[in-house]
């Protein structure tokens, strides 16, 4: 199983980056993807989630309205679209999978990917 995670790096305040997960050796299709942040000495904090069929999405409060997840079945992948991004969004951002994008907003998480850092200057 292996869910690889790419697109993360340094920007300003009100900039945008765009995340990328590739997932494979599981089922992927059938999973809900999803991502999942952790700030340094904070626990890990859903963030946003797409459901199997890719045409429900669910976001934590924080994120609402500037990111937008989608995935690419074609391409057994996962997108996070981040817009107007704030200091607080600086964070490792990993890819995950679970059954349900509810399991994944629940953090009970099948798989995971590796991190990827995101930092945004004030």
């Known amino acids: 199983v292996q869910l690889q995670a790419s697109g993360g790096g340094l920007v300003q305040t009100g900039g945008s980056l765009r995340l990328s997960c590739s997932a494979s050796?599981?089922?992927?299709?059938?999973?809900?993807l999803g991502w999942v942040r952790q700030s340094p000495g904070m626990e890990r904090e859903f963030v946003a989630a797409?459901?199997?069929?890719?045409?429900?999405?669910y976001y934590s409060d924080s994120v609402k309205g500037r990111f937008t997840v989608s995935r690419d079945h074609a391409r057994s992948s996962v997108y996070l679209q981040m817009n107007n991004l704030k200091p607080e969004d600086t964070a490792v951002y990993y890819c995950?999978?679970?059954?349900?994008?509810?399991?994944?907003?629940?953090?009970?998480?099948?798989?995971w990917g590796q991190g990827t850092q995101v930092t945004v200057s004030s």
């Open positions: 050796g599981f089922a992927v299709s059938s999973y809900s």
């Open positions: 995950a999978a679970s059954q349900t994008r509810d399991l994944l907003r629940l953090l009970k998480v099948e798989f």
């Open positions: 797409s459901s199997w069929s890719g045409t429900n999405a």
